[in-house]
């Protein structure tokens, strides 16, 4: 991982350590609470814990890799997520017609125009921190 990348994730390592032991500590409240009531879930919540985590440490490797890298490894990142996305989209879409291309050009169109909003507001900002000035 390059220096940068390594760097950004490890400023903030402490507070998001402190963060996902808040938010199991809840977790736990609550099959507690469940378990008080006869209500038992206890599988069902381990797993979906340990799924959030590991969900959530992939997503942030992922940003981390997009917000420090060069722009085609952000191109290439961006556009795996948007295949993803169309392919999620397109299964709940039952009965429309060529509904994977129809979500993935309107992913696509979306995030397009997002993008561009973000370089010219970006690029009109001296000296902002922001993840379009990949080539800054």
Do not use: K
């Not at 903030?12 to 409240?29: N, R, T």
């Not at 879930?41 to 799924?51: F, I, K, Q, Y």
């Amino acid at each position: 991982m390059p220096i940068g990348v390594m760097s950004s994730l490890s400023n903030d390592l402490g507070m998001s350590l402190a963060q996902a032991a808040a938010a199991i500590a809840l977790c736990m409240a609550v099959v507690l609470i469940c378990r008080r009531f006869a209500v038992h879930v206890e599988r069902e919540t381990v797993t979906s814990l340990a799924r959030g985590l590991v969900q959530m440490a992939l997503v942030g490797v992922i940003l981390a890799l997009l917000l420090n890298s060069n722009l085609l490894v952000g191109v290439i990142i961006l556009f795996v997520m948007m295949v993803a996305a169309a392919l999620t989209a397109s299964r709940r879409a039952h009965g429309i017609w060529g509904a994977r291309s129809l979500s993935f050009y309107s992913i696509a169109a979306g995030s397009g125009i997002v993008m561009q909003a973000c370089w010219r507001w970006a690029s009109s900002t001296p000296r902002l921190p922001c993840w379009c000035l990949w080539a800054a």
